[in-house]
């Protein structure tokens, strides 16, 4: 025999002889801890999936809420703006009415700077602002 194949027939001689039933039960063993740990995984990817759907969920209703905020400031700057021309519409007719052709020029005076108060008060808003750019 060779040196080699007697350094080969010395170490099969050294491995002890394995219970082929051990052997698969150690085995078993192992999947059975690997299949736990593969649950264990699996429930963390799930959470970590919901967790982001809940993100989302979260970033979509915020985007809503605001566009719906700004539209309400936009509808609600503009119904002012109409209220305020109604109102300038009111305070003009009620000049025009409450002058007559001998109404002195002081009273005149008066009732021109009135209406330009009027006006100033009243003057439409830059809705805007409000709207997104």
Known sequence: MSESDERSATAAERMPAADPLATAA????????????LARVQATVRRGRGVVIVLVLVVVVTAVVAFAAVFAQ???C??????????????DHLAKISLKPGTPPAQRAADDRLLAFIRRTFKA????????R
């Not at 150690?26 to 740990?37: D, P, S, V, Y």
């Not at 109409?82 to 109102?87: E, P, W």
């Open 78 to 91: 503009n119904s002012g703006n109409q209220t305020r021309a109604a109102d300038v519409m009111l305070w």
């Open 74 to 76: 936009v509808s609600s």
């Open 26 to 37: 150690g085995l078993t063993e192992a999947l059975e801890g690997m299949t736990e740990a």
């Open 125 to 132: 808003r830059n809705c805007s602002i409000f709207r997104l």
